[in-house]
């Protein structure tokens, strides 16, 4: 069974900084493009970043020079480094892996982040 499990979040004062991780367990990880989104309340999930299998990373306009993705293919664990956090970067935060020539599409628990002002 697949799962998820994001550790890192808390509590943070704008200007500071959070290190997010995801670690995935089943062997698909390697081939999986890794992602964060990200829901605030009464708002939509929205995309933050992600990054494939070959390391290729994508960002949203909102984070992009703050936040930087990564991963270790050896420990099936994706990172989230969020620098600069600024209130509006409050949220829960959810990893996503997806295999998408397997159909696989698997979301974590997600963990909170709140950035106070």
């Known amino acids: 069974q697949v799962q998820l499990v994001e550790s890192g979040g808390g509590l943070v004062q704008a200007g500071g900084s959070l290190r997010l991780s995801c670690a995935a367990s089943?062997?698909?990880?390697?081939?999986?493009?890794m992602g964060w989104y990200r829901q605030a309340p009464g708002k939509q999930r929205e995309l933050v970043t992600t990054?494939?299998?070959?390391?290729?990373?994508n960002y949203a306009d909102s984070v992009k020079g703050r936040f930087t993705i990564s991963r270790d293919n050896a420990k099936n664990t994706v990172y989230l480094q969020m620098n600069s956090l600024k209130p509006e970067d409050t949220a829960h935060y959810y990893c996503?892996?997806?295999?998408?020539?397997?159909?696989?599409?698997?979301w974590g628990q997600g963990t909170q982040v709140t950035v106070s002002s």
């Open positions: 996503n892996a997806e295999v998408p020539i397997l159909r696989l599409n698997y």
């Open positions: 089943g062997s698909f990880f390697s081939f999986a493009t």
């Open positions: 990054i494939t299998s070959g390391g290729s990373t």
